[in-house]
């Protein structure tokens, strides 16, 4: 079973700063990762996939980097609506298992 | 686009059995290009994958649930149902049904329903 380790676990910015994110998975998953924001209340939202897919409508200020066993969801110049929890989902092992990592919550400094 | 909507009990007793259905507007769900699945979370915690059904009804189940998990497809009225079975407070969670994408290896879940908080309790 892969496992999906995000860090760090919380992570405080202030708005207009850079947030780097982290996500490890415990054997190569190769770039078949995607990620996911959340917002109180809401369902999570998908962001990128692959090599680096983006899902519609995401902004340009978020971008991601990574393969193997080792990615990085990166948010330039953080802005307000970007304060949420980040999670990661690898698909390497499917079928049959998808596997998210426990989230990274992104605060405000 | 396409929209989910989980519709189900939102208080199980222990031991009994947890049934939500997710109907599908705006989409087909015998598109080939997607599978149909749950994903639940806990209060304060993370996401969990539960298990995702093709419309030809092959399935897939997290093995930690696997024993107490059944999807179905109803292709008929575009909708998927998830039964778990011998609930304890340990599944209280918001369930959430979403779609599957699949295409160039991605198995990502891009449409999610707003979620259906159940609560295991007597």
């Known amino acids: 079973e892969i496992v999906m380790t995000q860090s760090p676990a919380t992570l405080s910015v202030s708005p207009g700063d850079r947030a780097t994110l982290s996500c490890r998975a415990s054997q190569s998953i190769s770039l078949n990762l995607a990620w996911y924001q959340q917002k109180p209340g809401q369902a999570p939202r998908l962001l990128f996939w692959?090599?680096?897919t983006r899902a519609t409508d995401i902004p340009a200020r978020f971008s991601v980097s990574g393969s193997g066993t080792e990615f990085t969801l990166t948010i330039s110049s953080l802005q307000s609506e970007d304060f949420a929890v980040y999670y990661c989902q690898q698909y390497n092992d499917w079928p049959p298992r998808l596997t998210f990592g426990q989230g990274t919550r992104l605060e405000i400094k | 686009q396409p929209q989910l909507q989980e519709s189900g009990p939102g208080l199980v007793k222990p031991s009994e059995t947890l049934s939500l259905t997710c109907t599908v507007s705006?989409?087909?769900?015998?598109?080939?290009?997607?599978?149909w699945g749950w994903v639940r979370q806990s209060p304060g915690k993370g996401l969990e994958w539960i298990g995702s059904?093709?419309?030809?009804?092959?399935?897939y189940y997290n093995p930690s649930l696997e024993s107490r998990v059944t999807i179905s497809v109803d292709t008929s009225n575009n909708q998927f149902s998830l039964k778990l079975r011998s609930v304890t407070a340990a599944d209280t969670a918001v369930y959430y049904c979403a779609r599957l994408f699949q295409g160039s290896k991605a198995r990502v879940f891009d449409y999610w329903g707003q979620g259906t908080l159940v609560t295991v309790s007597s």
């Open positions: 059904i093709y419309y030809t009804g092959s399935t």
């Open positions: 692959g090599a680096g």
């Open positions: 705006g989409d087909s769900i015998s598109s080939s290009n997607y599978y």
